[in-house]
């Protein structure tokens, strides 16, 4: 995979699982059209999955902002909803929390979130190739 590849996918993701709930998908420029190193692009893709997957399902989000800025070095994923939030710090329901904390470790990147009653957000980021 490539970096535009990449984003190719996710917007293709991003329409079947947010296919009822509006969204908005920002690509912050220029996008470097490097390879990726393919642990990196298959945890993107799957914390991706997985936060709109939250996001549509668990939230009940209206609506879901798609947010993705790279560098030549690193991609920064963030997603944020205004649906339902829920106490990031005692959650325990599920697997989708730690499932996405352990593939940014795989990757060797960082994952935050934060929620509250107005939504939640969920930031991964990485570097676009793991030395």
């Not at 420029?29 to 190193?37: G, H, N, S």
């Not at 642990?39 to 989000?61: Q, S, Y």
């Not at 879901?64 to 106490?87: N, Y």
Request: glycine share 6%; net charge neutral.
């Amino acid at each position: 995979d490539d970096v535009p590849g990449l984003l190719r996918k996710m917007r293709s993701v991003a329409a079947n699982l947010l296919a009822d709930t509006p969204h908005t998908f920002l690509v912050r420029e220029p996008v470097p059209a490097r390879t990726l190193d393919p642990t990196v692009a298959r945890n993107v893709l799957l914390i991706f999955k997985e936060a709109l997957h939250n996001a549509a399902r668990h939230a009940h989000a209206n609506h879901v902002i798609i947010d993705v800025a790279t560098t030549q070095d690193s991609i920064v994923l963030r997603i944020e909803d205004d649906g339902t939030g829920f106490d990031a710090a005692n959650a325990t329901d599920g697997h989708g929390l730690a499932n996405m904390r352990r593939r940014a470790r795989d990757a060797g990147g960082r994952f935050e979130v934060s929620s509250s009653v107005a939504g939640t957000a969920v930031t991964f980021s990485a570097l676009l190739s793991r030395s």
